[in-house]
């Protein structure tokens, strides 16, 4: 039998397990660095219940687990709605509970007309939809503080406000979180995706195979715009709270919808090859141009270079004057209908697409001088 070689040995003992340990672990930075502000804000309310001793202490617990989020206005949205929602839930379910203690017989109906008021007011105001949940456990389960109502909807909201402000602190103190990081990184990505579309797009006038699923491609946009809509509301909220500072200006998410839908004019104009040849070598020149610009710009975010307006602008001039030579040409003028809608549909969206361009360039020049 061989003697093992030393290779053989560090397979045996495990050596390679931590590396692969440490290096997954790595890769899921932000999930770790969230279990663990969860964990911290539930001991510290936990502590906190047990020495202050509310009647039902556990609830504190429990809005510190719901309300840790991944940022820090996500936290303070979060805290803020199921503080306001439980303010609403405690006076109803106490006004529930006087009434019960007056008509104990018609426990069930006014039980159901309580949820049914909260609920109404849910539907319009959605941030308080904990509301009939707290008034009915108030109602339900009030017997077992031996409290009056009010006393109890006191209690209640002074365990939730017990969890709010620990679930905001853990969230600030430990590996804090800005939503304007997530904002940053959200705009960084979506530029990138159009950015890969416009690619392949070049590809398509150049006579190969994009390789990019332009419907898959849409889909994603459509749900990072989405998620960038959402990384803006928790920014305000920090903002408001005087936390810290948002620099990426509404005007941002409305410029890269714009440049979406550009992307998806121009694809339309390129599902079939053009019908004036001349013109698809000045249109990729102008998309491949247009897609380096707008990488180059939302590089500017995490301090890159300043884009080329040049390089930018020339391409654009060079794709004007293929269109006017078509023009001079007659080549447009001998089109059947819905080959001169597909050439002018490119010609109408490459120039939206510059004009967006330039548009989104400038605003992310303004984030940047309100960030330095």
């Not at 930018?312 to 293929?322: I, K, L, N, V, Y």
Request: aromatic share 6%; hydrophobic share 50%.
């Amino acid at each position: 039998m061989a003697e093992p070689t030393p290779g053989d040995w560090r397979r045996f003992t495990g050596v390679a397990l931590p590396r692969t340990a440490l290096k997954a672990a790595a890769a899921r930075q932000t999930e770790i660095r969230h279990a663990i502000r969860v964990s911290a804000a539930v001991g510290a309310a936990f502590a906190l219940a047990t020495l202050l001793r509310p009647p039902q202490g556990y609830w504190a617990v429990f809005t510190a687990v719901i309300v840790v989020q991944s940022s820090l206005g996500a936290t303070i949205t979060a805290s803020v709605e199921r503080f306001m929602g439980t303010v609403v839930g405690a006076l109803a379910g106490a006004a529930a509970a006087y009434f019960h203690a007056r008509w104990p017989d018609f426990g069930g109906v006014i039980l159901c007309v309580t949820v049914a008021l909260l609920s109404f007011v849910v539907s319009m105001r959605p941030a308080l939809k904990v509301a009939p949940v707290t008034a009915v456990i108030m109602l339900i389960g009030g017997t077992s503080t031996h409290f009056d109502p009010l006393t109890t909807a006191w209690f209640r909201v002074a365990e939730i406000t017990v969890g709010s402000v620990v679930g905001v602190a853990a969230t600030l103190l430990i590996f804090p979180a800005r939503a304007h990081a997530s904002v940053v990184a959200s705009v960084q990505k979506i530029a990138n995706l159009e950015a890969q579309v416009l690619d392949n797009h070049v590809a398509i006038l150049r006579g190969t195979a994009g390789p990019v699923d332009n419907l898959k491609a849409q889909d994603e946009l459509r749900a990072a715009l989405a998620r960038l809509q959402g990384a803006m509301t928790e920014a305000d909220r920090e903002s408001a709270s005087k936390l810290s500072d948002r620099s990426i200006s509404e005007a941002v998410p409305r410029t890269l919808w714009r440049l979406r839908n550009d992307t998806v004019m121009v694809g339309r104009t390129l599902q079939a090859p053009l019908p004036a040849p001349g013109l698809a070598p000045a249109a990729a020149d102008m998309l491949e141009a247009s897609a380096a610009f707008l990488r180059a710009s939302a590089a500017l975010l995490a301090d890159g270079p300043r884009p080329d307006r040049l390089a930018f602008a020339s391409a654009h001039q060079a794709f004007q004057g293929a269109v006017e030579a078509l023009r001079r040409e007659g080549v447009t003028r001998d089109l059947e209908f819905d080959d001169a809608a597909r050439v002018f549909g490119l010609v109408f969206a490459v120039e939206n697409l510059f004009g967006n361009l330039g548009d989104f360039e400038e605003r992310i020049e303004e984030a940047v001088a309100k960030k330095d």
